[in-house]
Each structure stands twice: as C-alpha cells, then as structure tokens.
C-alpha cells in the first residue's frame, strides 16, 4: 500500500496532506481497489490505513535508517574509500559483502564491525 515517503527535511514542510496540511514527511500511497493515489500527513494516513501510532513510527524509523546508510556510503564513495579484503584475512566473509567490493562499493561501517 505505501509506495513512498518523502522527507522535506529538518525545519521543512514541504509537502501538502490530501486535508491541506503543510508536512515535513509525506506518505504517498495508492488505493489497489480504486486505483488512486493519496499523498498524506502522519495522522491522515493512521485515519486512513487503520495503523496504529507506533507501527507508523517503526516505519518512519525504517524510512530514518535508510537515509543514514545511503548518506555514509555516498560519503566513502565521495571521498574514494575503499575496503581493503586483506585486512580480513582468515575471517569468513559473507558472499553479498563480498559482491559489494568486487562492485568497488565500500561496507558500511556496522558491516566492517560484523566481520572483525
């Protein structure tokens, strides 16, 4: 049902709810049965898909750590850092980590921490 999350960034509101309010956050969904589309705030979209206050911060959290991962590996990618294999000799790697180097993408820094 969510397609989407959009988040206008600390301090804006950007955004308009479906009922006019101005959002920081706005939750883009679609209506299978009816085929639209609804664009909404944090509370409309409770009053809307019936999910309670907490599930809708788990997913706001979610949303929050995507954002934080992406922006450290834009940075090591900016900066042209790269991991270096040999620093864990010995060590078992997973296969996706391993997949991600031979694409020249650095680990994240909780990836680096899970293999030493």
């Known amino acids: 049902m969510t397609k989407t999350i959009l988040d206008g960034g600390c301090g804006n509101r950007p955004f308009r709810c479906e009922c006019g309010m101005s959002l920081r956050y706005q939750y883009i969904v679609t209506h299978n049965k009816q085929n639209k589309t609804y664009k909404l705030g944090e509370t409309c979209l409770g009053n809307y898909t019936r999910l309670t206050p907490e599930i809708i911060r788990d997913i706001k959290k979610g949303f929050h750590t995507v954002h934080l991962e ?3 590996l834009l ?20 296969q996706s980590y391993l997949e991600q180097i031979d694409h020249d993408i650095p680990l994240l820094d909780k990836q680096l921490k899970k293999t030493s």
């Not at 940075?75 to 997973?94: C, D």
């Open 70 to 72: 992406r922006d450290e």
């Open 75 to 94: 940075l090591k990618i900016f900066r042209g850092e790269e991991t270096n294999i040999k620093e864990f000799a010995g060590i078992e790697i997973p």
